[in-house]
């Protein structure tokens, strides 16, 4: 019996590093790159001519696209 | 009644000057620039797409164009000389690049898509560079080994230093200046957004964005040497930005874009436009080492980004040109 729950938890281990861990990585390269985009937004908008009422009205559109983004549905 | 009269007068007179003596205001000079034709026009007209950042230098104006990642030269009368740098992560290539500064022979790009700031020569040739954990938003060479980089703060994370200082081979030497927290990110970034501009003597002015008038004065060791309160003279425009919750949270811009001269610096007023907002605009203030508004000039068109030598001024129009302006009379 401790040997077959031992297997198990062994088993259980492995496939959660092998299948886990590619996936981890994954995640944060696309945070990464969520991120990434965030920023170039942010400048983009700041070095924009454009008023500060619109600026403002695009740093807060450059935030919910990172939340998106980071929520995995679409990027920046 | 003479008597009384000249009394009068007398008394108003003092009235004046013992105000202007007590307070340190008076009344700003108010000058006209007129556009000079740029040399060579049909031939330069080089196209620039998002220039950001414009530095003066002996070899000519240098504007860093964002959109272009790369930097065009001009020479003072506005002729187009040559241009480097291109899109890319190697060395010599930028990405998103988004402040610009020459100390001696040497260029220093800050590279912030590639978090790095690159040192080139005046050429475009690579030097060295280093990678910063930051976004590098503009960069100030005091010294070959003192390189000043204004960050983008996340404003996630509560209060962040916005001056880093690296040597050329990217040692961290010193940190200055938290930024502002409230909690709400845009409404924090427009408040945190800044101007950095080298004074003489090795020395650099941190010039705020918005509600506040205080000018800090800062040597290359990060040590602040004084603070300059821009004179009450100085308009100051409310305008009322949406923030957090949809409601309505009041910023007082104090610039559009700054440049200095010797000791003088100049400050782009924004302008109300057509629509309530307030954008860039076309009349400069020149600011006294005391804070005192002394002149304000006025140009013949709206400008976003303005480089300043004696009574040459340097403008990129709102359609991205490069327009050149001579101070004349009153």
């Known amino acids: ?76 | 009644m003479k008597k009384i009269r000249m009394l009068i007068l007398i008394w108003l007179a003092f009235a004046y000057c013992g105000q202007t003596f007590l307070t340190g205001q008076s009344t700003p000079a108010r000058w006209t620039a007129r556009e000079t034709e740029r040399a060579n026009e049909p031939a330069s007209a080089v196209e620039l797409y998002r220039p950001v950042d414009l530095v003066l230098d002996e070899a000519g104006l240098f504007v860093l164009d964002m959109d272009d990642n790369n930097v065009k030269v001009f020479s003072r009368e506005g002729a187009f000389l040559y241009m480097f740098g291109r899109k890319g992560q190697g060395p010599g290539e930028f990405h998103r690049p988004s402040g610009l500064d020459i100390q001696g022979k040497h260029v220093y790009v800050a590279d912030a898509g590639n978090r790095r700031i690159q040192i080139l020569d005046k050429r475009g040739g690579y030097l060295t560079g280093f990678k910063v954990p930051l976004s590098p938003y503009r960069v100030l060479a005091l010294k070959e080994d003192r390189i000043v980089v204004l960050a983008l703060p996340s404003v996630r994370s509560g209060s962040e230093k916005l001056l880093h200082c690296y040597d050329s081979r990217g040692e961290l030497l010193w940190e200055a200046v938290d930024s502002f927290h409230s909690g709400d990110s845009v409404y924090d970034l427009m408040r945190n957004r800044m101007f950095i501009r080298k004074a003489p003597g090795g020395e650099f002015c941190l010039v705020p964005g918005a509600d506040d008038r205080i000018v800090r004065r800062m040597n290359a060791a990060g040590v602040l040497l004084g603070e300059i309160k821009v004179d009450e003279s100085y308009p100051l425009q409310e305008i009322a930005i949406t923030a957090r919750g949809g409601r309505k949270r009041t910023l007082r811009p104090l610039c559009w874009s700054c440049a200095i001269d010797g000791e003088t610096l100049y400050l782009l007023i924004p302008e109300r436009t057509e629509d309530g907002d307030l954008g860039p605009g076309r009349t400069i203030a020149a600011i006294g080492r005391r804070g005192d508004n002394t002149a304000l000039i006025d140009l013949p068109t709206n400008v976003s980004r303005i480089a300043v030598e004696g009574s040459t001024i340097f403008g990129i129009d709102l359609d991205s040109r490069l327009r050149l302006f001579t101070t004349g009379s009153k």
């Not at chain 1, 994954?26 to 924009?48: F, G, M, P, Q």
């Not at chain 1, 559109?61 to 929520?71: F, I, P, Q, R, S």
């Open chain 1, 1 to 76: 019996m401790k040997r077959a729950i031992a297997g198990t938890l062994a088993v259980m281990f492995f496939l959660s590093v092998f299948l886990c861990f590619p996936q981890s990585s994954a995640a944060r390269a696309r945070a990464d790159i969520c991120v990434d985009d965030w920023e170039a937004c942010r400048t983009r908008a700041l070095e924009s001519d454009e008023g500060f009422i619109r600026t403002t009205l695009w740093l807060t559109v450059c935030d919910l696209a990172v939340g998106k983004c980071l929520l995995g549905f679409t990027r920046v």
